[in-house]
């Protein structure tokens, strides 16, 4: 399967500034996620990078808060903006390859600690 | 939109004997059901899926039953070991677009030696 790289592994930042999320794929696929698993819980889905054009998001999640660009197939970001204590969390990037039918695999995370 | 409840939140059980994690979804239209499993600090994997036109899957010591018309799913693990001890997750979602999934809340099984 794909082998997914997120960088960075981990950061401790500060309140109202933002950090930028990096997931590259080794390969092309067809579909990339960013999720969120805050501590001790579920993941839950922030939105699909699409291709070439703006990212679809979940209720709850807004363009502003959390930007995403997915410039080619291999590659997207997740931007979490202007961060709050409550934005500590796990960022996930999953993927499926080849058919949006395919199970998902996800990255290692970006686990975020905001003071 | 789909909601899918996971019981029970944890789970202890003496090594070799068997777990069994059930879900329920609450979309009908849901025909893919993955379960993954997470180490501490570790990515969610995938350790086994269904598809609705099946009602039940095995690998090994993992099987997972699926009852449409119940809209529920279970995830059963036979002769457990110490290395099963993680957080397991079950998902709900369309083939349509299997990556945008609906987790449960995750169950923590702890495997006694």
């Known amino acids: 399967s794909a082998v997914i790289s997120q960088k960075p592994s981990r950061d401790i930042c500060q309140r109202g500034t933002s950090l930028t999320i990096q997931c590259q794929v080794d390969?092309?696929?067809?579909?990339m996620f960013w999720y969120r698993q805050q501590p001790g819980q579920s993941l839950t889905l922030i939105a699909t990078?699409?291709?070439?054009?703006?990212?679809?998001?979940e209720s709850g999640f807004v363009i502003d808060k959390f930007p995403i660009s997915r410039p080619n197939l291999t590659f997207s970001t997740l931007t979490v903006s202007n961060m709050s204590p409550e934005d500590s969390s796990i960022y996930l990037c999953?993927?499926?390859?080849?058919?949006?039918?395919?199970?998902?695999?996800f990255g290692d995370g970006t686990r975020l600690s905001i003071l | 939109g789909e909601n899918v409840e996971q019981h029970p939140s944890t789970l202890s059980v003496q090594e070799g004997d068997s777990a069994v994690i059930k879900c329920t979804y609450s979309d009908s239209a849901s025909n893919y059901f993955p379960w993954y499993k997470q180490e501490l600090g570790k990515r969610p994997q995938l350790i086994i899926d269904?598809?609705?036109?099946?009602g039940e899957k095995k690998d090994q010591r993992i099987a997972v039953t699926l009852n449409k018309t119940a809209k529920h799913f279970s995830l059963h693990i036979t002769e457990t070991q110490p290395e099963d001890s993680a957080v397991y997750f079950c998902a709900a979602s369309r083939t349509t677009n299997a990556g945008k999934s609906t987790f449960g809340d995750g169950t923590t099984l702890t495997v006694k030696p």
């Open positions: 390969s092309q696929v067809t579909m």
């Open positions: 999953s993927v499926t390859e080849n058919s949006i039918s395919e199970p998902q695999h």
């Open positions: 990078a699409n291709q070439g054009s703006e990212a679809t998001y």
């Open positions: 269904i598809r609705s036109n099946v």
